[in-house]
């Protein structure tokens, strides 16, 4: 479980880094959205059948990148439109 919270920290973290532009995220929004991405490139590596969900492997953490870059990009949209109703 904190190699799993650990991994979700670190996957954020690289998302953050690779998306561009300032992100107004805080360490807890970082790491839920970088285990959201983990549990999402561990299905993707699932269904591919080159490990378990729960199995950190290279196409799985690829993935799990890729999907928490999304979330941030979605997590900004959301939050900026609700800060520019106010």
């Given amino acids: ?4 919270i650990v991994a979700g920290l670190v996957i954020g973290v690289l998302a953050r880094l690779i998306k561009p532009g300032k992100q107004n995220l805080s ?3 970082t790491l839920l ?3 959201a ?3 999402i490139g561990g299905l993707v590596a699932n269904l591919l059948g080159t490990g378990g969900i ?3 492997n290279v196409l799985g953490f690829i993935v799990a990148v890729v999907a928490a870059v999304l979330l ?3 997590a900004e949209g959301v939050s900026g439109r609700s800060r520019n109703r106010a």
Avoid: D, H, T
């Fill in 1 to 4: 479980m904190i190699g799993f």
């Fill in 33 to 35: 959205l970088g285990l």
């Fill in 72 to 74: 941030i990009g979605v």
């Fill in 27 to 29: 360490v807890v929004a």
């Fill in 54 to 56: 729960f199995e950190l």
């Fill in 37 to 39: 991405g983990s549990v």
